[in-house]
């Protein structure tokens, strides 16, 4: 299994940026998938959205509701990260991740975000 994501960069707040995480080597028995970021200095991911497969809807971080929106394509085996109405505070490297059945787990490269003022 292995997780590449594409979409980062520079922009300015009050813009929008769409990441997006292509999964090769679908594993069977997917339950969540979700993305995480890790802000300039921190040494911890922090959760930004999630989704449990045949559950409820995505869930997101308080500091990230009403603007970020995760989707999935199931068919081309992508699921989307859509950032509206960034802020400076949403800089941060943003990692893609999978969970399946016996605690499996995989993480993206991770991709660059900066929101400029």
């Known amino acids: 299994v292995q997780l590449v994501e594409s979409g980062g960069g520079l922009v300015q707040a009050g813009g929008s940026l769409r990441l997006s995480c292509f999964i090769s080597?679908?594993?069977?028995?997917?339950?969540?998938m979700g993305w995480y970021r890790q802000g300039p200095g921190i040494n911890q991911r922090d959760l930004v959205a999630?989704?449990?497969?045949?559950?409820?809807?995505?869930t997101y971080a308080d500091s990230v509701k009403g603007r970020f929106t995760l989707s999935r394509d199931n068919a081309k085996n992508i699921f989307y990260l859509e950032m509206n109405n960034l802020k400076p505070e949403d800089t941060a490297v943003y990692y893609c991740?999978?969970?399946?059945?016996?605690?499996?787990?995989?993480w993206g490269q991770g991709t660059q975000v900066t929101v400029s003022t």
């Open positions: 991740n999978i969970g399946w059945a016996l605690r499996g787990q995989a």
């Open positions: 080597g679908m594993p069977a028995s997917l339950n969540r």
């Open positions: 999630t989704l449990t497969l045949g559950g409820s809807a995505p």
